[in-house]
């Protein structure tokens, strides 16, 4: 696999981590808090209804921030948690369509909905709708259609981890057949090393027994004389 290759698939899989753990991590704070949990007066929210259509799709996630009483206008899309009927303890996502002053009571509609929500309280409001996540929602809505969540997140996802795992295994393999490599050079070096040392043992030892030798002659000939 080329360099190339393989500088892409490492690109691809940081860049889609780095989503899915961001996707997974708002989703999780989102679900176990229920959207109570702001850091710096900021919260991220996800759509869950058609109501804000088509501003709003199901899905789309947005970070809201919170806003004074008196910096609340008509026409801000606010996130307030709902105390009256069919909308108590829920998270509502709404656009302010008017404001009662002398009752500082908010009253707010779906942009796709027919009837006005019940007026609100400055206190039940969470912030004002300031960015809407586009990457984040494509797939915040991916991860909400399982069959395309597979194809497109899944599976690439999981391929590029399989890559990852082969290539390490890979070098892992060569490191190990390197350190045997080195370990078969330095065993044969040594080997020679004794065989050198035997070798020269051996010769000291013939020179040794060599003159041994040549001091009986000398020592059989003076005997002779």
């Known amino acids: 696999m080329s360099k190339i290759v393989k500088t892409i698939l490492k690109t691809l899989k940081i860049v889609l981590t780095v ?20 850091l710096f007066g900021h ?14 799709e199901i899905g789309d996630m947005f970070l809201s ?3 004074k009483y008196e ?44 009837a006005e929500d019940p007026g609100i309280k400055y206190d039940q409001v969470c912030g004002k709708v300031v ?6 929602s494509i ?3 991916l991860m909400n259609n399982s069959v395309l969540f597979y194809i497109i997140i899944f599976v690439p996802f999981t391929l590029l981890v399989f890559f990852d795992i082969k290539a390490i295994i890979k070098d ?12 078969e050079e330095e065993t044969q070096e040594e080997i020679e090393i004794l065989g050198f040392e035997e070798e020269k043992k051996e010769k000291e030892e013939e020179n040794i027994n060599q003159d041994i030798n040549n001091n ?7 005997v002779n004389m």
């Open 19 to 38: 989503i899915v753990v961001i996707v997974l991590g708002a989703v999780i704070i989102q679900r176990v808090s229920n959207n109570k949990v702001n």
């Open 139 to 141: 797939f915040s809505r």
């Open 71 to 114: 910096d609340i206008k008509v026409g801000d899309d606010i996130v307030y948690i709902g105390k009256a009927s069919t909308y108590e303890g829920k998270t509502i996502t709404h656009r302010v369509i008017s404001i009662d002053n002398s009752t500082k009571t908010i009253y707010t509609k779906g942009i796709n909905n027919t």
């Open 43 to 56: 919260g991220i929210y996800t759509i869950v209804s058609e109501s804000m259509k088509p501003e709003y």
């Open 65 to 67: 921030k919170e806003i």
């Open 172 to 183: 892992k393999r060569a490191l190990e057949q390197s350190k045997n490599k080195l370990c």
């Open 216 to 222: 009986n002659d000398n020592n059989d000939n003076n």
């Open 131 to 136: 960015y809407k996540f586009l990457l984040l």
